[in-house]
């Protein structure tokens, strides 16, 4: 089993990549931003709460994205591996997912993180929030605080993996094309 997180900051490209790498390798893709989504286009409790968080570009907490994690990891546990999108996003859920994987008799293969800087990754934000209707992509002081989010609360996760010997950066700059024959040259190493 190959588990792959991919990391990085808003807009990096890990939903982009997640979706070419989950048919490449034939992996299941679990997104926590479109989980989120989802439950906000339901309407359900979950997806309530989700947006009054996701609206500001603040994370949502801890407790009720673990737990929408583990349930869709324990519904789907007859795949070849999981790419994780956007999960882990601080270290109590990197904790947690390697306590919950741990009891499964499964674990992390590797952490990729995908580097780009803040002025291409806001310019990629808007003008994707031209046409997603997303509004944490629509006002660059909500990118702003989404990115300081991220460097208060995601960034400590590179020494997390690192300490593990699973952290890998690739450079998460060029087209999309370049950067999934980065992604997969790196991944095939695991295989
Ligand atoms: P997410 O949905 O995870 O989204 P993201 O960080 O905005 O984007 P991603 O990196 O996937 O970028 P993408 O490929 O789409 O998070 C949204 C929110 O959900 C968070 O702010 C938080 O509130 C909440 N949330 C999610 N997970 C959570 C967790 N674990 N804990 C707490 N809260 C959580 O690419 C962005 C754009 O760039 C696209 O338009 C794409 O087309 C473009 N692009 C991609 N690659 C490109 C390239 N190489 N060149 C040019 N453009 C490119």
Request: aromatic letters at 8%; hydrophobic letters at 35%; charged letters at 25%.
């Amino acid at each position: 089993m190959i588990n792959i997180v991919l990391f990085g900051k808003p807009g990096a490209g890990k939903g982009t990549q997640a979706d070419i790498l989950k048919k490449h390798y034939e992996l299941f893709h679990i997104s926590t931003g479109d989980l989120f989504r989802y439950h906000i286009q339901g309407s359900t409790d979950l997806g309530i709460l989700a947006k009054s968080y996701m609206d500001k570009g603040d994370l949502v907490p801890d407790k009720v994205t673990i737990d929408m994690l583990e349930e869709t990891v324990t519904q789907n546990s007859n795949v070849k591996g999981f790419i994780f999108d956007g999960f882990p996003r601080t270290t109590g859920q990197a904790e947690a997912l390697d306590a919950f994987l741990t009891n499964k008799s499964m674990s992390i293969t590797a952490t990729i993180a995908l580097e780009a800087n803040d002025k291409i990754l806001t310019e990629r934000l808007i003008n994707r929030g031209k046409t997603s209707g997303r509004v944490d992509d629509q006002d660059e002081n909500k990118i702003r605080n989404r990115f300081e989010e991220y460097n208060n609360k995601t960034a400590p996760l590179k020494s997390f993996y690192s300490t593990q010997g699973k952290f890998y950066s690739v450079n998460g700059i060029g087209s999309v094309e370049e950067i999934t024959q980065r992604l997969t040259r790196l991944i095939d190493g695991f295989l």
